[in-house]
């Protein structure tokens, strides 16, 4: 019941705003992510690259692309394009 539960919870969230799922970062995008929000002490002096790995492996495509918006540099370019944050149904 647990898992049916987890998927109605997908469906809505995908139903609301696709970028509330994680469909446009790839494995080697959010390392890159990973690794500069590491060197940038983003989670703290005591948090390890295996830790921060971990916490964004839990965050959807609008959470990545707002880490890449605010801390800008060379992660820059993984911000999402407009087309992506305005491709919600509720939207058009």
Known sequence: EKDAQNVFVALRK???HPLLLRHHYTEEKVERIARSMFTQGHFGDQC???M??????SYCDLDLHQ???DYGGHIEDLTLPAEALY??????
């Open 52 to 57: 921060v790995r971990n916490e964004l492996a």
């Open 87 to 92: 491709a919600s149904s509720k939207i058009q």
């Open 14 to 16: 995908a139903a609301n």
């Open 48 to 50: 390890t690259i295996q």
């Open 67 to 69: 880490l890449c918006v």
